[in-house]
Antibody, heavy 121, light 110 residues
Framework: QVQLQESGPGLVKPSETLSLTCIVSGASISGSYWSWIRQPPGKGLQWVGY???????NYNPSLRSRVAISVDTSKSQFSLKLNSVTASDTAVYYC???????????????WGKGTTVTVSS | QSVLTQPPSVSAAPGQKVTISCSGSSSNIGNNYVSWYQQPPGTAPKLLIYDNNKRPSGIPDRFSGSKSGTSATLGITGLQTGDEADYYCGTWDSSLSAWVFGGGTKLTVL
């Protein structure tokens, strides 16, 4: 059974860098899309971006200048860095596995439990 | 403002049927597959439907999906109190080169 577990600081100061890690168990980290999705308090889901096969990345255009996703295959984990954070980056952050179906469509089939990050001084 | 438009809320009685719509455009739903996610209160989302109408293993056939043109629909029959959750549609937007979600629909089972 594939499981994803997020970890990282729950509190980040404004203008600093938010860093989260997701440990993948029960599946190879190769060959899938590894994504971050966030959800501000009381609001809907927002796609942050993904990394595929340890190198190819794609980011939400609204966050592209501040975000980086990387993979450490040796540790079976992937990470998110979001710099210059503000209060609007306060959210529950989910790490998610993305897959391509036989129709070559992308969808997200396994979600972590989520970790709450608050941006505040 | 979400790229995909969903009604904020729907409700129905136990045992009844409900549908949730998701409206987009040719750059997203019109030319890409849609997936649906269920998020019960206080929990992480879960995949319900992918490829417009396919159910992953373990999802009961009470849940169904369809797509026509630039809109998609999630149907739930035989409503149960445990179906109370927020439901999100999602798809790739070719113009934005980004994944987009609908704003979410809160289902209340009266």
């Amino acid at each position: 059974q594939v499981q994803l577990q997020e970890s990282g600081p729950g509190l980040v100061k404004p203008s600093e860098t938010l860093s989260l890690t997701c440990i993948v168990s029960g599946a190879s980290i190769s060959g899938s899309y590894w994504s971050w999705i966030r959800q501000p308090p009381g609001k809907g889901l927002q796609w942050v971006g993904y990394i595929f096969n340890s190198g190819s990345t794609n980011y939400n255009p609204s966050l592209r200048s501040r975000v980086a996703i990387s993979v450490d295959t040796s540790k079976s984990q992937f990470s998110l860095k979001l710099n210059s954070v503000t209060a609007s980056d306060t959210a529950v952050y989910y790490c998610v596995r993305g897959k391509l179906s036989l129709s070559y469509s992308y969808y997200m089939d396994v979600w972590g439990k989520g970790t709450t990050v608050t941006v505040s001084s | 403002q979400s790229v995909l438009t969903q009604p904020p809320s729907v409700s129905a009685a136990p045992g009844q049927k409900v549908t949730i719509s998701c409206s987009g455009s040719s750059s997203n739903i019109g030319n890409n597959y849609v997936s649906w996610y269920q998020q019960p209160p206080g929990t992480a989302p879960k995949l319900l439907i992918y490829d417009n109408n396919k159910r992953p293993s373990g999802i009961p056939d009470r849940f169904s999906g369809s797509k026509s043109g630039t809109s998609a629909t999630l149907g739930i029959t035989g409503l149960q109190t445990g179906d109370e959750a927020d439901y999100y549609c999602g798809t790739w937007d070719s113009s934005l080169s980004a994944w987009v979600f609908g704003g979410g629909t809160k289902l209340t089972v009266l």
